[in-house]
């Protein structure tokens, strides 16, 4: 052992140095230091502080006892060790390297915060603190609040240092004061850990689908790149339900699977139902990578059923993608499950590999010159099964002119061929296509800048024609059956999603844009415009917005002010000033209030099964009424039904300790298989039991008190 010193220094002394016997403690910092050479004994008094390496001891009155080779310490005694932890307590009697001893009326703290106290303690091997009668917590108490709003009370408690692990051994779980569980072991990672096996906080629910319901997780930390959840699920109406998710990540990538499955006595066909999730890549060079999103269950009530999910389409898709600065290419395949009543499973397709490829050139001549290949193939097990392929040649150059006019010139050819099998709708035969498209974009912005804010005006015009070679109804249209017109696609030269459709014949796109800039930080801008025809085109027969010589007029306002608001409105109007469509959609943030808010109103679609007209809304909103205390609601109302379709409500109380959510939720829909059902849920997160309270302003009673 190194030559130790002691250091004297204290009011009214002059600081001295003393060398001591290699055998003493490495340095002892104090107001006063006697030694007793008979009885071999070194007492100090006085802010003592004991260094050993990255170990310290401090008390107000210390012994060391040369013979014994031992340290006794009364008074405020803190032992503070090298991962962070400290000890205290009223007496401790201590070996010189302070790695084993006795101590009393101590208590453990973790990571600043966590506590642990007990009657008397015992560090054991330099590794292990033992304490007896003792009590965890990481709430705070006070005089006013001498009870902690929880706590495990256990007969023998171990704190394994080097394991990161503590053990407790007849353990009572109180919650304000009152006993509410007894476990004759147990154990859990010390707040230090990050990643350790072991169960981690219950979820209770109830529903009218599966009765009563509790999850108990168990993390699982396989190795340093994986890990898994596996959770199960009993439920008092439906049984037993095992869900699963594995975790891995690569040094190129990542993958995580998951899902669920039970066993259903009650359906003879298929008794085992469940669900499949996974998503993941992997970059097989810098530029190129393979990467999949599945989902998947095994029939139409099943996610509803155990409230996984409300969607009633889901996609399974794999690829692998190329995305460079001037394209991309990417082959992969799709799956589709239909959980919809009106959607037979036959008609579904499943995308053989489809090949998509982009690329633009620059060339010397000036302009953008671009290239599009895409071929897909859908099988289905009823109904037609089709393929296309398609290759796009595309340039266009940009001007601008003295007076500040935009031009850009475009055009393009495009070739597709076709070939469907068992249609009833199309000729099964192989159909080919050729589009030639040119037009030109005309756009004059106007700028007008003051002390307050920047204006901005721009009228937009385009002209454009196109002539397919081939008459679109008698190909297969599987990419573009739903046409969508809003501010967004105005300006595009096709207003068709896919490729399976083109828009044919001459037009006009025509609008006028504005935007305010404040100077304030706020932004209004608004968008109108329509589209012109020389004829009505046989396409848009069955698109109401843009059937006939003139479509709607088109119109949207978008109001900001960030990061507070958020507003957009949108709406289409018919020639006689009638909507066939209205959106207005709402998102806000202010102080202790989020709210998001939506109202949609369709006119009959003829594109639809159902010729009724839509009118919706949908508000999601969550209120911090205190740093404690926050409520949240969300909900959605068929205007045309008068009747909610769904809506749900919570209750969150939360503190430096412990989190605790009430919720409930009811869908009021119903179809042959899903039924309409109400649900309870409470979930209760304890800081330092596997859960991390990250809710930004939480408080404690006693510093509320004391304030």
């Not at 302070?98 to 966590?114: E, H, T, W, Y």
């Not at 806000?588 to 679609?605: C, E, F, I, K, Q």
């Amino acid at each position: 052992m190194a030559t130790g010193a002691l250091i004297a220094p204290g009011p009214g002394f002059t600081q001295e140095l003393v060398e001591l016997r290699n055998d003493l403690p490495v340095t002892l910092v104090a107001d006063e230091v006697t030694y007793d050479s008979v009885g071999r004994k070194l007492t100090a008094t006085g802010s003592v502080e004991v260094f050993y390496g990255d170990r310290t001891l401090t008390a107000d009155q210390i012994i060391y006892d040369q013979q014994t080779d031992q340290i006794t310490a009364t008074g405020q005694i803190v032992v503070r060790n090298p991962d962070g932890s400290t000890l205290y307590a009223g007496y401790a009697e201590l070996d010189r390297d302070l790695q084993n001893g006795l101590l009393r009326s101590a208590q453990s703290v973790l990571a600043q915060r966590f506590r642990i106290a007990a009657v008397e303690g015992e560090r054991v091997g330099g590794r292990y603190n033992v304490l007896g009668k003792a009590v965890f917590s990481n709430c705070e108490v006070c005089a006013e609040y001498p009870e902690p709003w929880w706590r495990i009370r256990a007969r023998r408690v171990v704190h394994d240092q080097l394991e990161h692990k503590i053990h407790y051994e007849d353990a009572t779980f109180d919650l304000l004061g009152v006993p509410v569980m007894y476990l004759p072991y147990f154990s859990h990672p010390d707040p230090t850990v990050e990643r350790m096996s072991g169960f981690l906080m219950p979820d209770f629910r109830q529903s009218d689908t599966f009765g009563y319901g509790a999850k108990l997780p168990y993390y699982w930390v396989i190795d340093e790149q994986s890990d898994a959840t596996i959770t199960p699920f009993l439920t008092t109406d439906a049984g037993l339900v095992m869900e699963g998710e594995y975790r891995r990540m690569f040094e190129r990538g990542r993958v995580r699977l998951g899902g669920a499955v039970t066993y259903d006595n009650d359906v003879n066909t298929r008794p085992f139902r469940g669900t499949f999730n996974g998503d993941g890549y992997y970059y097989l060079s810098d530029e190129v990578f393979g990467h999949f999103d599945s989902r998947l269950v095994s029939d139409d009530a099943f996610l509803s059923d155990f409230e996984y999910s409300e969607d009633d389409r889901l996609t399974s898709e794999a690829a692998i993608s190329s995305f460079r600065k001037d394209g991309y290419w990417e082959i992969g395949t799709a799956y589709f499950q239909s959980l919809r009543d009106d959607e037979g499973k036959g008609s579904v397709p499943f995308a053989l590999p489809e090949f998509d490829l982009q690329q633009v050139w620059q060339p010397t001549f000036g302009g953008d010159l671009g290239l599009t290949l895409n071929s897909v193939g859908l099988k289905r097990s009823e109904g037609q099964d089709t393929f296309r392929a398609t290759a796009i040649l595309d340039y266009e150059k940009t001007w601008i002119t003295a007076s500040g006019v935009t031009l850009r010139g475009f055009g393009s050819a495009q070739f597709d061929a076709f070939r469907t099998w068992d249609s009833e709708e199309v000729p099964n035969t192989y159909e080919p296509r050729f589009t030639p498209e040119v037009g030109v974009d005309m756009r004059y912005p106007m700028i007008q800048s003051t002390e307050n804010a920047t204006h901005v005006l721009e009228p937009i015009a385009q002209l454009i024609w196109s002539e397919p070679s081939n008459t679109q109804s008698l190909l297969p249209n599987e990419d573009s059956a739903l046409v969508e017109f809003d501010e967004t696609n105005l300006f595009d030269t096709s207003r068709f999603a896919g490729y399976d459709r083109v828009e044919p014949g001459f037009r006009a796109n025509l609008g006028l844009r504005y935007e305010r800039f404040d100077a304030d930080g706020w932004s209004i801008g608004t968008v109108v415009g329509r589209v012109l025809r020389n004829e009505e085109q046989e396409v848009f027969a069955d698109t109401p917005s843009l059937e006939g010589r003139a479509s709607d007029y088109v119109g949207a306002v978008t109001f900001k002010i960030p990061p507070y608001l958020n507003l957009v409105n949108r709406v289409l109007l018919r020639e006689d000033l009638e909507f066939d469509r209205y959106e207005v959609r709402l998102d806000s943030a202010y102080g202790p209030m989020t709210l998001s808010g939506s109202y949609v109103y369709l006119s009959p679609d003829p594109q639809a099964q159902a010729f009724d007209e839509r009118s919706e809304g949908a508000v999601d909103a969550s209120y911090v009424i205190t740093p404690n205390w926050s409520v949240s609601g969300r909900m959605r109302y068929d205007f045309q039904e008068e009747s909610f379709v769904r809506a749900g409500a919570g209750i969150t109380y939360g503190n430096e300790c412990f989190e605790v959510d009430f919720s409930v939720y009811r869908r009021f829909t119903s179809s042959e298989s899903v039924d309409a059902s109400t649900s309870f849920g409470v979930q209760v997160r304890l800081a330092g039991l596997g859960s991390d309270l990250t809710r930004a302003r939480r408080e404690d009673r006693c510093r509320m008190v004391t304030r």
